[in-house]
């Protein structure tokens, strides 16, 4: 599964570049103790190898806009995410996801489970006491065959000192975060239109 996801970046006021690249790396990279505590050392190097088109893929810089599995942006300036999109959901993990972790990611998994601040219901989230692995006893035990599990309860994370703005792929997503890049980047007809395709609308934008 996974395919092409654009990838806004801003590093600064005067820096903005979109990179398309493939999703599947992304939520484990982003979802991780190092990227919560400000390390983005691993982000760097995913976007540096997806810089180049490799096998003639679709990688690399591309157009502002979304590509097939919608559009995330990071902006590293103003500590600033948002998306909106298919597959990879940043501001959410699902229990099976934690659960079913690897041993070797104990740490971010850990550290993910600091950072719930929500259970979501039916897009509705609801606030939740302070977590701990605790209360995962198939991570605490790796013991899956016999505890129980709430395999598809989904959870809010947050990221200490960023604003997220991430969601799904709705036409109010599409628009929002439309809006955001069109503040930082000069886009043209076609990339407007582009971005239109998204809104499910013949309505223009400005």
Sequence with gaps: MGGRIAIGIRRSPAQFETI???????????????????DFREFDEYIA???????????????HVPSEYGYILFDFAERRMASAGH???????????????????????????????????????????????????????????????????????????????????????FRRVYSEVADLAALSDGDRQEWSLRFASDDPIA
């Design 20 to 38: 398309t690249a493939w999703t599947n790396p992304l939520p484990r990279i982003v979802k991780s103790k190092a990227f919560i505590e400000g």
């Design 87 to 173: 597959y990879t959901f940043i501001d959410r993990i699902c229990r099976t996801e934690l659960e079913y972790s690897r041993r070797e990611r104990l740490a971010d998994i850990t550290a993910l489970i600091g950072q719930i601040t929500h259970r979501i219901e039916d897009e509705v989230d609801v606030a939740v006491d302070p977590l701990t692995i605790a209360d995962f006893p198939c991570i605490a035990t790796f013991d899956f065959e016999h505890h129980p599990r709430q395999l598809y309860t989904n959870y809010r994370i947050q990221y200490p000192g960023w604003t997220v703005a991430a969601s799904r792929s709705s036409q109010d997503d």
């Design 49 to 63: 190898f997806y810089r180049e088109d490799r096998n003639q893929q679709g990688y690399g810089p591309s157009r």
